[in-house]
């Protein structure tokens, strides 16, 4: 039966529900008392008694948009149609895609309303999960981060902490316990339309992220945790051509040194959650992939939590992907591969077809009840069969949690380029601010804003500040946007602004967006921007760049004559202040690229690449000539490193190495400085990367103040995967180490 047979027989059969009621603030009676214990025995008895049309209801997650009138403001639930896919569907979950943010108070309405429903019905609470992917930015009120590449571009797991301790916050202020974050995919493929949503282009990087973001999200200190999401399983980010939900090749060893760590990160700092990518990997749709699903990321990652698809994937695999003739053998597979939740979202067959299946013998009810273990479990474990209290906590968008998003803001902001000493601009300069993003908090903060792609985001009504109107704050500005993305608007008149000023400062930026409609073909930057810049430069003024982008977008003359470029990536609702900030010198920066910058369209290369991929046409070693590399960042203090030691010039394998070396900031101001240590395997069996980053620490040093920096490295880690096997393998010989423009030899023996 579709949705739409489905709502004819809502019409049909309207009972009458007094909304108007439910709308009224109540008391949420307890549901089951004896429920709300976490033991094993408690979550057997809860299981035993269901029925298989409850257990097979656990695993169906429906789109809440399906029970909500639609375009109603305030929101208003179509509490016939909640009722009957309550009564019909015994759902386990519902999943956030409602167009807009909705206030305090209709999450509050929202949220009691499904739990009177639920409790009808008869049926244990539901799972409401949203892609709060940098904060809670579908409640109105709430601050919102920098996107994931942001954060990791602070190098600062600290914050990175805090910020998703206070989405948690912020989510369960708005009734949600379960979050579809973080994205552990690594970001190594820019045309892709989710590379923001990733740490970056490391490994490392993503792992130490990844623990970050799991570990605040699921906080229970707090005592508002959430259930954490990492995504998309496997190797979703690397599409070969570059578009959402396409084809991924790579191989089985770089799968497992690559792309399979930063998941086996987030589970071992307890992730509940993990959603399956949309993509093929070589060939065959992740949903399907029990090997995968099943014997790697359950037996061997020792994965327990809750296996759920991305959106209406299982349908895809015959209607997208073609690898079974139809729905039922669809989810047959899909359901046998090791899916535990289907985002189903809009349609009601998975549901009987399902049911249909397991009482027709082909699918056991032992495999269903071991799915449904795992989603009760994480009902349990999120204190899901309490009495929910925190819908009366209102702790949204506090002075506390804006201080931290400033802060995550201006430790992610990195300063590209800075010739003689543009910036810090002097606060007497005249300054000329112009460029789309100038004044316009949109390109700050990108998609997942207040709507799903946040171009259409509505954020008038909140106190949000734009660069213009914190550098107004700050020095002589005139403003005047020139120019939209991709459209020319008073250029002109701008020019004649720009020509009576000391600096332009010009803010460049993408149009927001997301998944399928952030696909892109080219990585250049949009013509109506770079012929401004040209034009601007042509006064003679030095201009100073800030980019709002959500990868990074080609710039050709921008870099070349540009005289300081600063990358902000979508800075979140602090992120004008910071942005300013950065300009003015309040703020020292401190941010350094979680990628590599790349130069040309197809010169597109990782910074762990191998020797070959430097060779040039000539035969020489110019062959890798991005824009800028990965892990540089500009500061306003001078960072000297010297007395790099290594405790040993001869380790074992399982040994491990320590490095000391002297960091002093000579510079005449405090700041931060990020200590990378790289390692290069300079012989091995397979072709070996020309550096890998091996730890990292951030370190604050005040003016003419020096440290001595410690890092302990296991010798094992330094191994490679090789084809065939399962982990890593660390082979003996030489290797060099280096950190800032400081290096050291060691030999590793068996
Ligand atoms: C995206 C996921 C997201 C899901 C739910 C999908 O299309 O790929 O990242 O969590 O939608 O909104």
């Given at each position: 039966m579709d949705i739409f047979c489905v709502k004819k027989m809502i019409e049909r059969n309207r009972e009458k529900v007094l909304i108007v009621i439910l709308s009224i603030a109540f008391s949420v009676p307890l549901i089951a008392q004896e429920m709300s214990l976490s033991s094993d025995n408690k979550l057997d008895s809860i299981l035993s008694a269901m029925s298989i049309e409850d257990k097979v209801g656990q695993m169906t997650q429906l789109n809440v948009k399906l029970v909500l009138k639609p375009e109603k403001n305030p929101i208003q639930v179509d509490s016939q149609a909640l009722d009957f896919i309550l009564k019909n569907q015994r759902i386990g979950s519902f999943m956030n895609t409602i167009g807009r943010a909705l206030t305090l108070m209709e999450w509050n309405y929202l949220q009691k309303t499904i739990r009177y429903f639920v409790e009808k019905n008869d049926l244990i609470p539901l799972l409401y999960g949203i892609d709060a992917v940098h904060g809670a930015n579908y409640t109105m009120g709430s601050v919102i981060f920098p996107h994931q590449l942001g954060q990791a571009a602070s190098w600062n797991e600290d914050l990175v902490f805090k910020a998703s301790e206070i989405t948690a916050l912020e989510c369960r202020a708005s009734g949600i316990p379960w979050v579809f974050a973080p994205i552990?995919?690594?970001?190594?493929?820019?045309?892709?339309?989710?590379?923001?949503?990733?740490?970056?282009?490391?490994?490392?990087?993503?792992?130490?992220?990844?623990?970050?973001?799991?570990?605040?999200l699921q906080n229970k200190d707090q005592g508002l945790n959430v259930g954490g999401c990492a995504k998309h399983y496997v190797g979703y980010g690397l599409p070969q051509n570059g578009k959402d939900r396409t084809t991924v090749h790579i191989s089985d060893n770089i799968l497992r040194e690559l792309h399979i760590p930063p998941f086996k990160a987030a589970i071992d700092a307890g992730v509940m959650s993990v959603m399956i990518g949309s993509h093929d990997l070589n060939g065959l749709p992740m949903n399907v992939n029990r090997y995968l699903l099943t014997n790697v990321l359950r037996d061997e990652l020792g994965f327990e939590g809750v296996l759920v698809t991305d959106w209406a994937d299982i349908k895809n695999l015959h209607i997208t992907h073609r690898v079974t003739s139809d729905y039922r053998r669809s989810i047959l597979a899909a359901i046998s591969a090791g899916v535990d939740m289907a985002m189903v979202p809009e349609d009601f067959i998975f549901y009987e077809t399902l049911l249909d299946l397991v009482l027709a013998g082909e699918i056991s009810e032992e495999r269903i009840n071991q799915s449904t273990r795992r989603i009760v479990d994480?009902?349990?474990?999120?204190?899901?069969?309490?009495?929910?209290?925190?819908?009366l906590n209102k702790k949204i968008g506090e002075e506390s949690h804006q201080r931290v998003a400033y802060d995550?803001?201006?430790?992610?902001?990195?300063?590209?380029?800075?010739v003689n000493h543009t910036l810090p601009l002097n606060k007497k300069l005249k300054v000329f601010v112009t460029g789309p993003a100038a004044n316009d908090i949109r390109f700050q903060i990108g998609a997942w804003g207040r709507t799903w792609q946040g171009m259409d985001t509505i954020v008038t009504s909140e106190s949000i500040m734009s660069i213009y109107a914190r550098m107004k704050e700050l020095g002589e500005i005139a403003l005047l946007p020139g120019i939209a993305v991709d459209k020319i608007l008073d250029v002109d008149s701008a020019l004649n602004m720009a020509s009576k000023a000391e600096v332009i400062v010009l803010c460049l930026s993408e149009n927001p967006s997301t998944e399928?409609?952030?696909?892109?073909?080219?990585?250049?930057?949009?013509?109506?921007?770079?012929?401004?810049?040209?034009?601007?430069?042509?006064?003679?003024?030095?201009?100073?760049?800030?980019?709002?982008?959500?990868?990074?977008?080609?710039?050709?003359?921008?870099?070349?004559?540009?005289s300081a470029v600063i990358l902000a990536y979508q800075s979140g609702s602090m992120g004008g202040k910071a942005i300013a900030d950065v300009i003015y010198g309040e703020v020292n920066p401190s941010g350094k690229l979680p990628f590599t910058y790349p130069r040309y369209e197809h010169g597109i290369s990782t910074y762990d690449h191998a020797y070959a991929d430097e060779v040039d046409p000539m035969y020489g070693t110019n062959g890798f000539n991005p824009e800028w590399e990965f892990g540089h960042g500009l500061s306003y203090s001078e960072f000297t490193y010297s007395n790099l030691s290594l405790?040993?010039?001869?380790?074992f394998k399982d040994d491990t190495l320590i490095v000391l070396v002297e960091l002093e900031n000579k510079g005449s101001r405090t700041g931060k400085e990020v200590v990378q240590v790289y390692i290069s395997d300079e012989v091995a069996s397979l072709v070996p990367s020309v550096k890998r980053l091996r730890d990292f620490k951030k370190i604050e040093l005040d003016k003419n103040q020096s440290k001595l920096v410690t890092f302990h490295i296991d010798v094992h880690d330094l191994g490679f995967v090789h084809p065939g096997e399962a982990s890593k393998y660390v082979e003996s010989g030489w290797f060099t180490l280096s950190v800032g423009d400081l290096s050291a030899r060691f030999f590793v023996r068996h």
């Open positions: 552990v995919d690594l970001g190594r493929q820019p045309l892709w339309g989710q590379f923001f949503e990733t740490y970056g282009e490391d490994v490392f990087l993503a792992e130490r992220m990844a623990v970050a973001s799991v570990s605040g994480m009902k349990v474990k999120l204190g899901l069969f309490d009495e929910q209290d925190y819908l995550l803001a201006s430790e992610s902001i990195t300063v590209l380029k800075n399928k409609p952030a696909d892109i073909n080219s990585l250049t930057i949009s013509n109506t921007q770079l012929e401004y810049f040209n034009r601007l430069h042509n006064l003679e003024i030095p201009i100073v760049v800030v980019l709002s982008q959500n990868r990074p977008r080609l710039l050709g003359d921008i870099a070349e004559n540009a405790g040993r010039d001869s380790v």
